[in-house]
C-alpha cells in the first residue's frame, strides 16, 4: 500500500515537473512574457495575432493616473482557437514601491483576477470570472523594477474562486512576468 501511494506522489511531482518544462525560462530584461501554470496547462500569455498587446505593464510612479502612486497593473491575454476563446489574467497593486515580497498588508489597493470568455458561431457564450479570495496562500514577488529602463518583472503563485461557485477554483502555480512598463 506505502509503495503505490509514494508511485501517485511521484508520478504527480514528474507530471509537474514536465508542465514547468514547457514553460519559457524566466527573464528580468523586458521581454513581454508572461508564463504559468494555470491547473494542469502550461498558460502563456499570446495574443494570436490579434492587435492587443500580449502583455501590458502600467507603472504609475506619479500617481497621476487613475489610481494612487506606485499603482502596479498588469494584463495578460491569451487567445486561442481561432479567437474564441479569451483568457486574461490581471492584477492591480497599489502601492509597489520597491522589489521583493509584496505584503498584502501594506497595499492600499489589490485585485487578482482570471477571466475566461469562449464565444464559438455554434454554441452559447460562457463567461467566468475567478478571484483571489484567500490571501494566506497568495504570493506575488517584484524581482526587478527598473525605474531608468521601466522594466518590471515578477513571480507569483495563487489561487483562484469563482464567485459564482465556491468549489470552483483554479490554481496559478510558477508563474512569471517581465516587461518594459509604461509609465505616466
Not at 11 to 36: H, M, W, Y
Request: hydrophobic share 40%; glycine share 4%.
Amino acid at each position: 500500500m506505502l509503495s503505490i501511494v509514494f508511485l501517485i506522489l511521484n508520478s504527480c511531482s514528474d507530471d509537474r515537473i514536465e508542465l514547468v518544462d514547457k514553460l519559457p525560462n524566466a527573464t528580468q530584461s523586458g521581454e513581454e512574457n508572461f508564463a504559468c501554470i494555470l491547473d494542469d496547462e502550461a498558460w502563456m500569455a499570446d495574443n494570436a495575432g490579434y492587435t492587443a498587446k500580449k502583455l501590458h505593464i502600467i507603472y504609475d510612479e506619479s500617481g497621476t493616473y487613475i489610481h494612487g502612486p506606485n499603482s502596479l497593473k498588469i494584463s495578460a491575454l491569451k487567445v486561442s482557437e481561432w479567437g474564441f476563446r479569451r483568457e486574461r489574467i490581471n492584477i492591480l497593486l497599489e502601492p509597489v514601491n520597491n522589489e521583493g515580497l509584496i505584503n498584502w498588508d501594506e497595499l492600499d489597493s489589490i485585485s487578482i483576477k482570471y477571466s475566461l470568455e469562449i464565444q464559438s458561431p455554434d454554441e452559447e457564450r460562457i463567461e467566468k470570472e475567478f478571484f483571489v479570495k484567500d490571501f494566506s496562500n497568495a504570493r506575488i514577488s517584484i524581482t526587478k523594477l527598473d525605474t531608468v529602463e521601466n522594466i518590471c518583472s515578477g513571480e507569483f503563485n495563487f489561487k483562484l474562486v469563482n464567485p459564482e461557485d465556491s468549489l470552483d477554483i483554479i490554481s496559478i502555480s510558477n508563474g512569471w512576468f517581465d516587461d518594459i512598463y509604461r509609465s505616466y
